[in-house]
């Protein structure tokens, strides 16, 4: 049973006393065989390592910066694809949410419903994900103090969900940049379990016109220090041919990079946990 500082997505246990888990994938489903191969690696490159993999993967990416960016497969087909890459893989699988309607057919199929920072406050949104009776994740707002996150949480209980983790990936500070707060791990922790998004984290929102440019070459620093600062569980979206994703291009993480990150954040965790 999950607890205030424990939570589920599946078997996988997230709280200090447990593994460090990886919640992974691309930003949006981009097809079936290339969802499928791609969970096939991670799961791979984790398992090497010890670290319990979750999937995570888009169906529907209905925040793109332009109205002509591509979206994703929508929530029929794309839940048919979680529900494979589940069944196929054996491992729990996560994608978010953008309005009420979609939460129940989601609960069906995934472990855990994520919502995007942007909707953390929408509380028809945060009703209907507990009402599934899954764990859901809820991403920091980019404009919300850790502290405010607790009412989320409240309505999240209101609604009978106690199952549910906080989401720390970044905070508007001027124009087109992301800055990360590291006491908000902690603080959140007083809440709920921390998971850090360490791509997301990377983002310059709308700083390519049509689409959020990205530093890609800080997401290593920013898990690093999360893990350090005690963070229960990673979040990073992956790709075998980053610069071809569909979405998100300048942040998503190197498929073949994936494994020495992993080595080097593992140490981390063996330092700070003991």
């Not at 607890?3 to 949006?28: D, K, M, W, Y």
């Not at 893989?89 to 978010?96: G, N, R, Y």
């Not at 989601?106 to 472990?111: N, T």
């Not at 994703?245 to 993480?253: E, I, N, Q």
Request: net charge negative; with cysteine.
């Amino acid at each position: 049973m999950p607890t205030p500082h424990s939570a589920n997505i599946g078997p996988v246990q997230i709280g200090r006393e447990f593994t460090l888990p990886l919640i992974a994938g691309p930003c949006v489903i981009e097809s079936r065989d290339h969802t499928l191969k791609l969970a096939e690696a991670i799961k791979g490159i984790c398992a090497e390592h010890h670290i319990p993999l979750i999937f995570k993967a888009s169906f529907d990416k209905a925040n793109r910066s332009s109205v002509k960016s591509f979206r994703g497969p929508g929530i029929d087909a794309g839940l048919a694809i979680l529900s494979e890459v589940r069944s196929q893989l054996d491992v729990p699988v996560v994608s978010d949410i953008h309005l009420p309607e979609q939460a129940a057919a989601a609960g069906e199929v995934l472990d855990c419903l994520q919502i995007p920072a942007f909707l953390c406050r929408q509380t028809d949104l945060l009703g209907a994900a507990a009402s599934t009776g899954k764990c859901v994740n809820v991403k920091k707002g980019q404009f919300m103090s850790p502290e405010e996150m607790k009412n989320v949480v409240d309505k999240l209980k209101e609604s009978g969900c106690e199952n549910c983790l906080l989401t720390e990936r970044g905070t508007f500070f001027g124009y087109h940049r992301l800055v990360n707060d590291f006491t908000a791990i902690p603080k959140m922790q007083e809440i709920a379990p921390v998971v850090f998004d360490a791509t997301h984290s990377c983002q310059l929102p709308g700083g390519a016109g049509t689409l959020s440019g990205g530093q890609r070459q800080y997401v290593g620093t920013l898990a690093s220090a999360a893990i350090a600062g005690g963070a229960d569980a990673l979040f990073m979206e992956v790709h075998d041919n980053p610069d071809q994703a569909k979405s998100d291009p300048a942040t998503v993480f190197p498929l073949d990079q994936l494994s020495t990150l992993l080595m080097r954040l593992r140490r981390i965790v063996e330092a700070v946990r003991g």
